[in-house]
């Protein structure tokens, strides 16, 4: 195999002049490895660079009256250095070339003398002015001239500041970038057809690079920036299509065939009426189970909305057709809380529903495996446990899983293995965080998308208050004066034990609150370092009411209705994610009387007090997660950890949703004509998408 020609955009950051072992170690940190990778390190912004000029022609193009100023860039030497006495620290360095002098100074800036000294070259750039009959710079930036390898003077510029890091400065970059940019960019495949690049009116793929790294002005940067960040959007988008195309294609699911009478045995199940909007999902998704392409589908609904009925109305409709469905929770505690739920719901039901989590006894775990394995066991709601080698299902039709966003790309992609049939399960996908629609056209793009709107009726909206540290005892009196009334609460705080962070724990704030401000009612712990069993008997007293109040971790953040349950305190909010938050507020108000969270939290950063306000302007999770989205940015909200999918390096959901629009629909016409990219004029962008990815959506198996 040949080594790739120097400057070729998969050559390694090596072959840039100078660039070695050292160097290139430092760039790796800042994930360069490639060309590629350092024409994808693009500016975070612009600063102006005016253009040099002589001291001579800075002073004659400044007017004469005291004061007048003009911004100028100034190449000379160091002639002297002075440090007069007085309160507020100053340095004046007289700078020379050979038309003139100027004085340069700085304020409150002492370590400057120990770096400034005569004799050094710099290049100074700053504010100039007439100040008693000098002319003088005030806090001027500067640099070594040995820094711009004694470069002639140069014109004005935009100069691009990097991404950088200590070991490795911006301008070090851009020197980088500068050897490489035009003999890269020459040998780029555009990837992109020219009918899209037209009809988007979009620059050139070398064209983008060099305008992103060496823009002429401030509009060439944007015109460049759009082209890069459009081409991130539709790679994206393609392999979200193309998956979507291959399972509508190549796979085949049981149809579940919705009948008057099947439906009315499944309502009938219910201890309740479904709302207009759980009935209007139960019909989309029982179209989708009709058919034998296979669904995917995603079901989006606010806390308390009522997903888990429509997920056991599907569940039901499988059983009835004979077939197996699986609930698949990201914890332990939320499995067997739907186990719990659901098993309530079916009392005195024929259908078998089964536990399967990492903690479930070996014998009982023995037991329910071969249960799977006959087909007896119809029903099951289990964690990551039901994708182990040992869980094989006798005939699985439809797979459910809670709480998708925290579940990776290639956990879902493993639920798709056909059976002996050549069969895969439909899977239908719940969160209780609603996604934001840049989100759900991105991450989740090869889903059909299900929403119920309005929470059950009856439900009134829990008030929400942001209370400081000073404040607390208010709260915990309000709490005690609830829990006499006959309710109960909970209490979350963020560590299990305690910890040199200073973070109240589940133990010690037990122990303060018994000995304080709740004495004399009746406490409870739960945490998620807890046995099954010893959870399930803390939380089965709670239910009983014989606990008033549940001090907690965040275990009981999904999953837990306990309609007596009316007050929520959170201790160290600021600590919390936004969406966490409200899933937190959730687990109160979910019977006749109205919900109360007191937050108590002391933000020290912007995102925290942003994070604090938000949640206490409304109760909309919809709104909240667009808050979300914009307060800590998709990267945080849905990225590469949780996603399994690489981070954007230029596109912007949040700025860039009409570009994803465009992106979205040029990738869904191209996979329509083109399936699985294998046209001419597909070759480059085949081989990025399969390089970017190809594991991460699982496009091994589409061709």
Not at 371 to 396: M, N, P, Q, W, Y
């Amino acid at each position: 195999m040949t080594s790739p020609t120097p400057f070729q955009p998969d050559a390694g950051i090596e072959v840039v002049p100078g660039v070695g072992p050292r160097l290139a170690a430092v760039l790796g940190r800042l994930d360069i490895a490639t060309v590629r990778d350092l024409l994808d390190h693009i500016p975070m912004r612009y600063e102006h660079e005016h253009a040099e000029a002589t001291i001579a022609e800075i002073e004659a193009s400044l007017p004469d009256e005291e004061g007048a100023a003009a911004n100028v860039s100034i190449r000379g030497e160091i002639a002297a250095i002075k440090v007069p006495p007085g309160r507020r620290p100053r340095i004046e360095v007289t700078l020379e070339d050979e038309t003139g002098t100027v004085q340069l100074v700085w304020f409150n800036a002492p370590w400057l003398r120990n770096k400034l000294r005569p004799g050094l070259r710099i290049v100074a750039e700053g504010r100039a002015k007439r100040w008693r009959g000098y002319l003088q710079i005030g806090n001027p930036q500067w640099r070594e001239e040995d820094d711009v390898d004694e470069t002639p003077a140069r014109d004005e510029r935009l100069r691009p500041v990097y991404p950088a890091s200590e070991d490795l400065p911006s301008r070090r970059i851009e020197e980088f970038v500068t050897r490489i940019l035009t003999p890269a960019t020459d040998v780029l495949v555009d990837p992109l057809p020219e009918t899209i690049r037209q009809s988007r009116v979009l620059n050139r793929l070398g064209e983008a690079y060099r305008g992103i790294h060496q823009p002429e002005s401030l509009r060439d940067a944007a015109n460049a920036r759009r082209r890069l960040a459009f081409d991130e959007l539709l790679l994206l988008q393609l392999g979200v299509m193309m998956k979507r195309q291959h399972l509508r294609e190549t796979m085949k699911a049981a149809p579940l065939p919705m009948s008057p009478e099947i439906e009315q045995r499944i309502l009938s199940r219910f201890p309740f009426e479904l709302t207009p909007d759980q009935r209007q999902v139960c019909h989309e998704i029982g179209a989708d189970l009709a058919r034998e392409v296979p669904t995917n589908r995603l079901l989006q609904g606010d806390v308390g909305a009522g997903k888990t009925a429509v997920a056991v109305h599907a569940m039901l409709l499988a059983a009835a057709h004979g077939h197996q469905s699986a609930i698949m929770a990201p914890t332990g505690i939320l499995a067997e809380q739907h186990h719990a739920s659901i098993s309530r719901m079916l009392e005195g039901a024929k259908v078998e529903v089964g536990l399967l989590t990492g903690s479930t006894p070996a014998r009982e775990k023995r037991e329910l495996l071969a249960r799977i394995a006959s087909g007896d066991a119809k029903l099951l709601i289990g964690t990551h446990a039901l994708l182990s080698e040992g869980t094989v299902f006798d005939d699985l039709a439809l797979v459910i899983i809670d709480e998708q966003h925290r579940f990776g790309v290639e956990q879902r992609s493993k639920l798709r293995r056909p059976n002996e049939a050549g069969r895969v399960p439909h899977v239908l996908v719940m969160t209780a965080t609603p996604i934001p629609r840049t989100l759900s056209l991105t991450v989740f793009g090869d889903l059909d998308v299900s929403v119920i709107q309005h929470l059950p009726p009856g439900r009134i909206p829990t008030v929400t208050r942001v209370v400081p540290p000073s404040k607390a005892a208010d709260v915990y009196g309000y709490l005690a004066e609830r829990v006499a009334s006959g309710e109960q609460g909970f209490v979350v705080v963020p560590a299990v034990e305690e910890s040199e962070m200073g973070l109240a724990d589940v133990e010690n704030h037990l122990k303060m609150l018994a000995a304080g401000p709740l004495s004399g009612v009746r406490l409870g712990a739960v945490h998620g370092r807890m046995s099954r069993d010893e959870r399930e008997a803390i939380m089965d007293r709670f239910r009983a009411r014989d606990i008033d109040v549940l001090v907690a971790t965040v275990v009981i953040e999904v999953g837990v209705d306990v309609p007596n349950a009316t007050v929520m305190v959170v201790e160290h909010a600021e600590r919390f994610g936004l969406a966490q938050l409200h899933q937190l507020r959730g687990r109160v108000g979910r019977g006749e009387k109205r919900g109360v969270c007191a937050l108590i939290g002391e933000p020290t950063t912007d995102e925290g007090r942003r994070r604090l306000e938000a949640i206490g302007g409304t109760n909309d999770g919809f709104e909240i997660a667009e808050l979300d989205l914009g307060i800590r940015g998709p990267g945080e909200l849905f990225g590469a950890r949780q996603s399994g999918l690489p981070p954007f390096r230029v596109a912007d959901l949040i700025k860039d949703l009409d570009l994803l629009r465009l992106a979205r629909q040029d990738a869904s016409a191209w996979i329509e004509r083109d399936h699985r990219l294998l046209g001419p004029d597909a070759v480059e962008m085949r081989r990025l998408l399969l390089d970017r990815y190809g594991a991460t959506l699982g496009l091994g198996d589409v061709g």
